[in-house]
């Protein structure tokens, strides 16, 4: 096929355009010059004169055409896999500037889970002073589910409990990590003590966190064995902390809750009796790989920062602390 010459102010390769290279991948996902043309709003002949001129440049077809069905050639499937993340990484550069340009604006919907307590709120408070533009929804995620709300987009960010180990997902800035406490009922026979070593929870069924969670995170949460290697009893599975600290009330196991929550969750039927020799609890900021914007990074961006300021303040924890370590 011939094309036409090279268009004035073309960009990249010789004469190549970025609206041929958008058709192009448009018309690999519709395989259908109508509904190409609909999503790009143009003309089924405007659609055909890009594919021309493209294919021109490249010196081969991409597109196999008939009077029943558009399919790619083998050479059009290699160059689909080869621009795509290009094409994007382009168009995310080019939103990134447009979006520095004009500020963050826009709405950001932040997900938390149990307890939005004042190291949540302090990020969300400094994000809005550097960005009053940006509009910040806050919602709660499950607690058996820390992972879903992100997956299915009804969350941009989610503020949760580590570790985090999903190829899909991003951990980002880490708030500073706490000492863990048990809850118990104020009736139970450990109540009264000071603090417990990680070695006592063997006599102790934990609750833990439910489904759909993955076991590894649920695990991390309600350990299933000592430091020493003696096993901990499996107590129920809840889905909300609520739903925990209420069986926790009922005596029906210990609950381990980071101390900022412990705090925050003050009842007269449950006491929170801190635990040695575990490892310490942290949250993390956390987004979908594919659904990262200026928005995102300029929370995780603050959450960092703020996090520093408190971990070299009197009292604030260190840098081991803060990896959880």
């Known amino acids: 096929m011939s094309g036409p010459p090279a268009p004035a102010g073309a960009v990249g390769a010789p004469g190549l355009e970025l609206r041929e290279l958008e058709c192009f991948l448009v018309l690999s996902e519709e395989l259908h010059f109508g509904r190409t043309g609909e999503r790009l709003y143009v003309s089924q002949s405007r659609i055909s004169q890009l594919l021309r001129s493209l294919e021109s440049r490249i010196g ?127 009736r139970h026979p450990l109540a009264s003590r000071a603090s417990l070593s990680a070695e006592e929870l063997a006599g102790l069924p934990l609750i833990s966190p439910d489904g759909p969670a993955p076991v590894y995170w649920r695990t991390a949460q309600a350990p299933t064995a000592t430091p020493g290697g003696r096993p901990i009893p499996a107590g129920p599975r809840v889905s909300t902390l609520q739903e925990g600290l209420t069986l926790t009330a009922a005596g029906r196991g210990g609950m381990l809750l980071c101390r900022p929550t412990a705090e925050y969750h003050g009842r007269r039927d449950v006491v929170f009796v801190p635990v040695t020799g575990l490892p310490h609890s942290a949250l993390g900021v956390v987004h979908h790989a594919a659904r990262e914007t200026a928005r995102v990074r300029a929370f995780t961006t603050t959450v960092r920062d703020v996090t520093a300021v408190t971990s070299m303040s009197p009292g604030g924890a260190n840098d081991q602390e803060r990896r959880g370590m």
């Open 60 to 186: 081969a077809r991409l597109v196999d055409r008939t009077s029943r069905r558009v399919r790619l050639t083998p050479l059009g499937e290699e160059f689909r896999k080869s621009l795509r993340p290009a094409y994007d990484a382009l168009r995310a550069t080019v939103d990134s500037a447009r979006t520095a340009a004009r500020g963050i604006e826009g709405r950001l919907t932040i997900g938390f889970q149990g307890t939005a307590d004042d190291r949540i709120m302090r990020a969300i408070d400094a994000f809005h002073a550097r960005h009053p533009g940006c509009v910040t929804q806050i919602v709660e995620v499950p607690l058996c589910d820390p992972f879903g709300a992100l997956r299915s987009g009804a969350v941009d960010v989610a503020v949760t409990l580590l570790p985090v180990a999903e190829p899909d997902l991003v951990l980002g800035a880490v708030f500073s990590a706490q000492q863990q406490t048990v809850a118990l009922s104020v």
